[in-house]
């Protein structure tokens, strides 16, 4: 096999550990998720998922282990057989290929939900205006909200408002989405429109880790599912089968919680 036949994966764990002071709040852990990809991350509050995905997306320092994103070293750089702590600015560029949607929406309050696309492409990245605009009301469109461009978060519900945290992220071009607990925070009947959109972005191959209650999506959407608790991964596989079937005592008593 040639070099270009080997996939990079677009983010490779292995045996991460993380603490804080004397928490261990990830212990060792090891997973891949492919270019294309979407892993639904799930487990006991407390158990590192937020963590995990804060050491990918360099908002955190992974202390041991190796966690790559596309074929990059997070976090450090290396020099010979010497790790380096990464200049700040250059985690804030590897930082701007990644998109993070949060429970909290964290949205501008004091600008529309066009301005709140706009603003990092051209802050950011240089984009022009005009050009930024063009791609704002696209993005709108494609999460459903083409005729909100105007309006601010507060005259929108906590489903439009996370609609538009998505379009925000994808606003920068990213090439992998993380969110955490995206629905958490929404009334019930406001949660099928947010994960609808989270659906169809799988499909257009968008790669995704999602922590999410939401086995439905999981079931449904995600290629793989991780199940951690304590800072470990539990159990790992095709989402079917670990739902209908779980090997281990903890993924049980979860499953039989949240399904
Ligand atoms: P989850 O997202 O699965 O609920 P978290 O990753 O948020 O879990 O938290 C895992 C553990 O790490 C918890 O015990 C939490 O209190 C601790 N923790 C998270 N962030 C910090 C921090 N910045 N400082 C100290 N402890 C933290
Ligand atoms: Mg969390």
Same mark, same amino acid.
């Given at each position: 096999?040639?070099? $270009?036949?080997?996939?990079?994966?677009?983010?490779?764990?292995?045996?991460?550990?993380?603490?804080?002071?004397? #928490?261990?709040?990830?212990?060792? *852990?090891?997973?891949? /998720?492919?270019?294309?990809?979407?892993?639904?991350? +799930?487990?006991?509050?407390?158990?590192?998922?937020?963590?995990?995905?804060?050491? @990918?997306?360099?908002?955190?320092? %992974?202390?041991?282990?190796?966690?790559? /994103?596309? !074929?990059?070293?997070?976090?450090?750089?290396?020099?010979?057989?010497?790790?380096?702590?990464? =200049?700040?600015?250059?985690?804030?560029?590897?930082?701007?290929?990644?998109?993070?949607?949060?429970?909290?929406?964290?949205?501008?309050? =004091?600008?529309?939900?066009?301005?709140? *696309?706009?603003? $990092?492409?051209?802050? +950011?990245?240089?984009?022009?205006?005009?050009?930024?605009?063009?791609?704002?009301?696209?993005?709108?469109?494609? %999460?459903?909200?083409?005729?909100?461009?105007?309006?601010?978060?507060? =005259?929108?519900?906590?489903?439009?408002?996370?609609? +538009?945290?998505? $379009?925000?992220?994808? $606003?920068?071009? &990213?090439?992998?989405?993380?969110?955490?607990?995206?629905?958490?925070?929404?009334? &019930?009947?406001?949660?099928?429109?947010?994960?609808?959109?989270?659906?169809?972005?799988?499909?257009?191959?968008?790669?995704? @880790?999602?922590?999410?209650?939401?086995?439905?999506?999981?079931?449904?959407?995600?290629?793989?599912?991780?199940?951690?608790?304590? !800072? +470990?991964?539990?159990?790992? !596989?095709?989402?079917?089968?670990?739902?209908? #079937? &779980?090997? =281990?005592?903890?993924?049980?008593?979860?499953?039989?919680?949240?399904?």
């Amino acid at each position: 096999m040639t070099a $270009a036949t080997v996939e990079i994966p677009m983010v490779h764990a292995d045996c991460v550990s993380k603490s804080f002071g004397s #928490n261990e709040v990830l212990k060792s *852990i090891s997973l891949t /998720v492919k270019r294309g990809e979407v892993l639904c991350l +799930v487990g006991p509050s407390g158990s590192g998922k937020s963590t995990f995905l804060r050491c @990918i997306n360099h908002l955190e320092r %992974v202390d041991a282990g190796r966690l790559m /994103v596309d !074929g990059v070293l997070v976090g450090y750089e290396e020099r010979g057989d010497k790790l380096y702590e990464l =200049h700040p600015r250059e985690a804030a560029r590897q930082r701007r290929d990644i998109g993070m949607v949060f429970q909290r929406f964290n949205l501008f309050p =004091h600008m529309t939900a066009l301005e709140n *696309i706009v603003e $990092a492409p051209i802050r +950011v990245k240089g984009v022009k205006k005009d050009a930024a605009v063009v791609r704002a009301r696209e993005l709108l469109a494609r %999460v459903g909200l083409g005729n909100k461009a105007d309006a601010y978060p507060a =005259h929108l519900s906590g489903g439009q408002q996370q609609r +538009v945290a998505i $379009a925000r992220a994808l $606003a920068m071009d &990213p090439k992998l989405m993380l969110f955490d607990e995206p629905t958490s925070a929404l009334d &019930p009947e406001l949660v099928g429109e947010v994960l609808d959109v989270m659906k169809t972005l799988a499909e257009s191959g968008m790669t995704m @880790i999602v922590v999410t209650h939401e086995m439905g999506f999981a079931r449904e959407v995600a290629d793989s599912l991780v199940f951690m608790d304590g !800072g +470990v991964v539990v159990e790992s !596989g095709d989402p079917v089968e670990v739902l209908t #079937n &779980p090997q =281990h005592k903890r993924t049980q008593a979860f499953l039989s919680k949240v399904l």
